[in-house]
């Protein structure tokens, strides 16, 4: 190839090419380049032949210049630029030397990261926020499930230990007032365990007839009884095979069944009534109860040895009223959740909840559960006032309230000064407030104000949550 057939050809490669290619001499002068990349730079699609880069890059056109680098440091460099329109390049300069050692050339590329660096940012972003919804599931996890709804320590104490003690086979027994959720934390024990994709059978032992109880719990064969089934009937024992089997209400079980329940926990064996052989079951046991097994073993109405197998792992789980820091998130769930249902917009006024706060709760979460669900259904207006309560939690002397609850005269200094006075009021409301929320974004919600001023408020009276 001749001279100028060579030169025809670079022109054409460097006009045509993918790469944004420029070529200058030893002083920085476009000899050629690729048109159509100077449009990155902010500039005219042209080859700029005879444009200095060192002028170029006075002018904060190329910021800096590659090949005013590569004069400089006569060697291979790569940096990155950021142009005035805003793009990111990688640019990559190269010199070439005469016999002598002198530079003659640069030839220098330049890439447009820009996409690339956009989706590296929103690749970081969304690895972020996985991480983010990695935490989230994690604390769902210890949770155990996420209807599970909780802030106090009790709490977050027991379902700690649950999700220790989920994945063994261990024997757990949960004690406690009824409608403190055991049964909800018995599912959540399965849902947690290795066994979650094996049935879960749930039997209230309280409402299976002493005189049926065997054969609904270890079923029969064929013709075992007059009444049976024609084909025999699986127990609830059986059905539980491979999963978890939950007795609730374990202390309501008469003596004469606690002997044969016992056997069958021992020896995970079974033999259906009126049946000649026994069947290996594997199960894994809870129970629950809200009576005092200690003391039923203590009056001889509950066996010893059967009470032994069971309390392998007790777990207390407090009433509502020994874990206040509950009862706000529990009613804020559940009004979200009726709200869901019915389509409504209500809330309850902060005094509702005060009131709601102080009451013995008796009855528990269910209790809870229930009465914001009527209180919401019944009430007309958005905003639910304390009269819309029954009475029993309304009485602001009622023996449903704490002692500390003040009454409005014992909150009154002496000084018939209303600024002293209010203050004192505030003080009360915000001492009530820092002992039901967990954080100072909760107490503004609780007590409808900002959160800076919660802050405020805090200091002033020289309060501290819990
Ligand atoms: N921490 C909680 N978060 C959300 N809901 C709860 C919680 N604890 C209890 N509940 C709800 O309260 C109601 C009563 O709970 P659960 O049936 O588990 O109580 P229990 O202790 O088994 O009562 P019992 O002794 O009467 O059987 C259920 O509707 C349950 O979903
Ligand atoms: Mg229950």
Redo the contacts with the bound molecule.
Sequence with gaps: MNDSILEQLLTKMVETSNNNITITDENGLILDSNPNHWTIYGLESSRNIGVSVFELEEKGILEPSITAAVIKERKPIQILQQTKTGRIVMSTGYPIFDVDGQIIRVLSYAQDQTEIKNLQFQYEQLQRKIKGYQTEVEELREKGSP????RSKE?QHITKTISRVAKTDATIL?L???????????RSIHSQSDRLKEPFIEVNCSTIPESLFESEMFGYEPGAFTGALKQGKQGLIEQADGGTLFL??IGELPLGIQVKLLKVLQEKRIMRVGGKKERQIDFRLVA?T?QNLEEMVNKGTFRLDLYYRLNVIPLH?PALRERRE?ITI?IQ?YVHQVNEKYNFQKSLHPSTYEALIQYRWPG???E??NLVERMMLIAEETTIYPDELPNSIQGINGENMRNNGASLESLMIKEKNLKKNIEQVERRLLQQAAEACRTTYDMAEYLGISQPSVIRKLKKYGISIK
Aim: aromatic share 6%.
């Design positions: 209807n599970l709804i909780f709490m949960f406690g007032e009824s409608g403190v959720g055991k049964s909800l934390l018995a609730d209400e629950a809200n789980i509950d529990l769930h528990n979460v269910r809870l559960e």
